[in-house]
């Protein structure tokens, strides 16, 4: 099941360390998954994820320069968005980099 970042959940904001972070949660079948980041261009975040009596996280650094560079090359933040929930769907498991994952464009 696909859910997460691009899937299922709701997207809430929460305070950390005097930071407002997004926050999107699922719990199932025994498996707790909580992703919290820094929205727009700060970029960053972590997951983590409770399975089977083990914890495991990881953490990701990222984001998307600012729209009058977006500009110039004819794109928006929210067409950045829609095509990486687009790759999420598309590539699946492959995302969890296990195996090298190639995008086919």
């Given at each position: 099941m696909l859910a997460g970042y691009g899937g299922k959940t709701k997207f809430v904001s929460v305070h950390r360390?005097?930071?407002?972070?997004k926050s999107s949660e699922f719990s199932?079948?025994?498996?707790?998954?909580i992703d919290q980041w820094l929205a727009k261009d700060?970029?960053?975040?972590?997951?983590?994820?409770?399975?089977?009596g083990e914890e495991f996280t990881r953490l990701y650094a990222g984001g998307i320069v600012k729209p009058e560079r977006l500009a110039?090359?004819?794109?928006t933040?929210?067409?950045i968005i829609e095509f990486l929930v687009k790759q999420i769907s598309l590539l699946g498991e492959k995302t969890r980099?296990?195996?090298?994952?190639h995008l086919d464009t």
């Open positions: 360390g005097g930071f407002e972070l199932e079948n025994g498996i707790e998954y700060a970029g960053g975040g972590q997951e983590l994820v409770r399975f089977d110039k090359l004819g794109i933040g929210k067409e980099l296990f195996d090298d994952c």
